[in-house]
C-alpha cells in the first residue's frame, strides 16, 4: 500500500506562483510515475502532469504548459509540482497520483494511476 500526502496550496494572487509537494510511502516510490491532476467545482478531474519513474520523461497538459513545472526527489520520495503565472482558472483541488511500474510513456487518464492523495486546494485570485 502506497500513502500519498500532497501539501502547499494556498490562496494566491494572479500572477503568483506556488509549489505543490507530494509525500510518498513506500520503498518502491523510485519505480513509479507520478502524476499531478486538479479538479474544479462542478468539472471532471483533469490530468495537469506527470514525471516517469527516472525523472527523464515529463508530460504536461497544454493548459499549464510553459508555467508548470514537475520535478521529483526520489530520495526524498516527493514529488513537486512548479505553479507559475497562475491564473484564476487554475483554481482547484490538486491531487497527485502514483503509477505503480517503471513506465516511461505518457498516462493522462485516472484508471491510469494506482494510488491517490487526498488532495490541497489552489485557489487563485483575480
Known amino acids: 500500500q502506497v500513502q500519498l500526502v500532497e501539501s502547499g496550496g494556498a490562496l494566491v494572487q494572479a500572477g503568483g506562483s506556488l509549489r505543490l509537494s507530494c509525500a510518498a510511502s513506500?520503498?518502491?516510490?523510485?519505480?513509479?510515475?507520478m502524476g499531478w491532476f486538479r479538479q474544479a467545482p462542478g468539472k471532471e478531474r483533469e490530468f495537469v502532469a506527470q514525471i516517469s519513474w527516472s525523472g527523464g520523461n515529463t508530460y504536461y497538459a497544454d493548459s499549464v504548459k510553459g508555467r508548470f513545472t514537475i520535478s521529483r526527489d526520489n530520495a526524498k520520495n516527493t514529488v513537486y509540482l512548479q505553479l507559475n503565472s497562475l491564473k484564476p482558472e487554475d483554481t482547484a483541488v490538486y491531487y497527485c497520483?502514483?503509477?505503480?511500474?517503471?513506465?516511461?510513456?505518457?498516462?493522462?487518464?485516472?484508471?491510469?494511476?494506482?494510488?491517490w492523495g487526498q488532495g490541497t486546494q489552489v485557489t487563485v485570485s483575480s
Open positions: 497520483a502514483a503509477h505503480v511500474g517503471y513506465g516511461s510513456a505518457w498516462y493522462s487518464r485516472r484508471d491510469e494511476y494506482d494510488y
Open positions: 513506500g520503498r518502491t516510490f523510485s519505480s513509479y510515475a
